[in-house]
T-cell receptor, first 113, second 116 residues
Framework: KNQVEQSPQSLIILEGKNCTLQCNYTVSPFSNLRWYKQDTGRGPVSLTIMTFSENTKSNGRYTATLDADTKQSSLHITASQLSDSASYICVVSAYGYNNDMRFGAGTRLTVKP | DADVTQTPRNRITKTGKRIMLECSQTKGHDRMYWYRQDPGLGLRLIYYSFDVKDINKGEISDGYSVSRQAQAKFSLSLESAIPNQTALYFC???????????????FGPGTRLLVL
C-alpha cells in the first residue's frame, strides 16, 4: 500500500487561477517532505523541501505547507501559467540512514488559456 | 550540458534479452539512484548507491542488477527482460547528508523501455 496519497489525480484550471494540491502520508518516522514538478517526458525537478520544524516553504508562485500532526501537505500555485501544466509529485522520507523515500502517484495539472 | 544524462533515451527489446541502461552525472554527487515509473503509480526505487563501494537494494530490485563503475557512473541491467519491466526508468543523484539541501535529488531525463 502506497504510504503517500495525492489528490486530486488530475485537475484542469484556467490560466491565471490559483489551485491547491493535496498530499497525505503515513510514512514514519517522518524526516522530510518534498514536492517535485515533472513535465511530460522529463525527469522530476525539486520545488520545495520541508523538514519537521517547517510548516511553510515558498518557491516563487509555489507555496508548500506541512502539518506534521495531521500528516498532510499542500502545494498552492498562485496565478497559474500555461507552463505550470505538469505532474506534481509529493515525496516523503522516513528518518534514518537508509534511503526510505515514498513517492506519491502525482497530480496531473493542466492549465488552459 | 545536462548534469545527469541517461542512455539510451528509448529502447525496444525482446523478452529474455539482456539490456543495460547507463547513467552519468557531472554534479559531483556521491549518491545515485535508479527508479522506475509506471502509469498511475509513484516512482519506485530499484537500487541506490551512497558511494562506489556501497550498493543497496530498493523496493523492487528483483530482476535488476546495478554496477557503480565510478562516482559519476551508475548502470542498471535487466539480465533477462520481461514485458512487465516495460516502464520509464529514471536515474537520480543527490548529495550526502553532510552537505547541500537535505535529500534534494536531481533526475535524469529518463529512459523509455519497451519489452516485447
Amino acid at each position: 500500500k502506497n504510504q503517500v496519497e495525492q489528490s486530486p489525480q488530475s485537475l484542469i484550471i484556467l490560466e491565471g487561477k490559483n489551485c491547491t494540491l493535496q498530499c497525505n502520508y503515513t510514512v514514519s518516522p517522518f524526516s522530510n517532505l518534498r514536492w517535485y514538478k515533472q513535465d511530460t517526458g522529463r525527469g522530476p525537478v525539486s520545488l520545495t523541501i520541508m523538514t519537521f520544524s517547517e510548516n511553510t516553504k515558498s518557491n516563487g508562485r509555489y507555496t508548500a505547507t506541512l502539518d506534521a500532526d495531521t500528516k498532510q501537505s499542500s502545494l498552492h500555485i498562485t496565478a497559474s501559467q500555461l507552463s505550470d501544466s505538469a505532474s506534481y509529485i509529493c515525496v516523503v522520507s522516513a528518518y534514518g540512514y537508509n534511503n526510505d523515500m515514498r513517492f506519491g502517484a502525482g497530480t496531473r495539472l493542466t492549465v488552459k488559456p | 550540458d545536462a548534469d545527469v544524462t541517461q542512455t539510451p533515451r528509448n529502447r525496444i527489446t525482446k523478452t529474455g534479452k539482456r539490456i543495460m541502461l547507463e547513467c552519468s552525472q557531472t554534479k559531483g554527487h556521491d549518491r545515485m539512484y535508479w527508479y522506475r515509473q509506471d502509469p498511475g503509480l509513484g516512482l519506485r526505487l530499484i537500487y541506490y548507491s551512497f558511494d562506489v563501494k556501497d550498493i543497496n537494494k530498493g523496493e523492487i530490485s528483483d530482476g535488476y542488477s546495478v554496477s557503480r563503475q565510478a562516482q559519476a557512473k551508475f548502470s542498471l541491467s535487466l539480465e533477462s527482460a520481461i514485458p512487465n519491466q516495460t516502464a520509464l526508468y529514471f536515474c537520480a543523484t543527490s548529495v550526502g547528508l553532510a552537505g547541500g539541501p537535505v535529500g534534494t535529488q536531481y533526475f535524469g531525463p529518463g529512459t523509455r523501455l519497451l519489452v516485447l
